[in-house]
């Protein structure tokens, strides 16, 4: 196995920080969702799954890993010495996002993907703001789309069963799919989001 270790504020993070079982069962989980698609892969919460994923993206030949955190240096700490291939985007974004008015036109932590303009393939949900990352998910979703959830047997975040059904439970994740009923739905609105996006951007520029 590769050395998925670093070490952030003279603290050794090892992949075993989590469980013995938590890198295998995370290679095994993501290994049949790439059986679905695996070019464009959002993590939401860096860690130790990240060095993973920067792996499995590499043997896949992804077009796009995107990876957010909220802390910056220990996301810096993460990846360092480590080779950043092209296809891998590290961002850092902040939870609230911007607070000057009630017009502000900045996105966060959570909303950050929608400006991309793509769906993902692989989302993985294990950092701050789980409920609402993965309301956003299923906006970056198409109809074959694994999103996966650490922690899934909290109750804080079993509401989003109302728009994704579960396709397995294991002892450390949960795998989910957006319902199909609503796959139309949320791509009209992805749709929409995007062209917002878009205009946002022109506006950056011409202002």
């Known amino acids: 196995m590769n050395n998925y270790g670093f070490t952030y504020n003279d603290k050794y993070y090892s992949e075993n920080t989590y469980g013995e079982d938590y ?45 957010i955190d909220d802390n910056k240096e220990y996301q810096d700490a993460i990846f360092e010495n480590r080779n950043k291939p092209s296809f891998f985007k590290p961002i850092t974004q902040s939870i609230n996002g911007e607070c000057k008015n009630d017009r502000d036109l900045s996105l966060n932590y959570s909303t950050y993907p929608l400006s991309l303009g793509i769906k993902f393939d ?67 609105k992805f749709e929409i989001i995007k062209n917002i996006c878009e205009v946002l951007k022109w506006h950056d520029i011409t202002h």
């Open 23 to 67: 890198v295998p069962e995370f290679c095994r989980v993501i290994e049949n969702a790439s059986v679905h698609g695996s070019n464009n892969v959002l993590e939401y919460g860096s860690g130790i799954t990240s060095l993973v994923l920067l792996d499995y993206c590499s043997k896949w030949n992804s077009q796009l890993f995107v990876t």
């Open 122 to 188: 692989i989302i993985f949900i294990d950092g701050r703001r789980r409920v609402e990352c993965a309301f956003i998910s299923a906006l970056l979703s198409n109809q074959c789309t694994t999103i996966i959830m650490h922690d899934y047997r909290r109750l804080r975040y079993q509401p989003i069963l109302s728009i994704f059904d579960i396709v397995e439970d294991g002892p450390q994740f949960r795998l989910l799919r957006l319902k199909q009923e609503l796959n139309y739905l949320f791509n009209k």
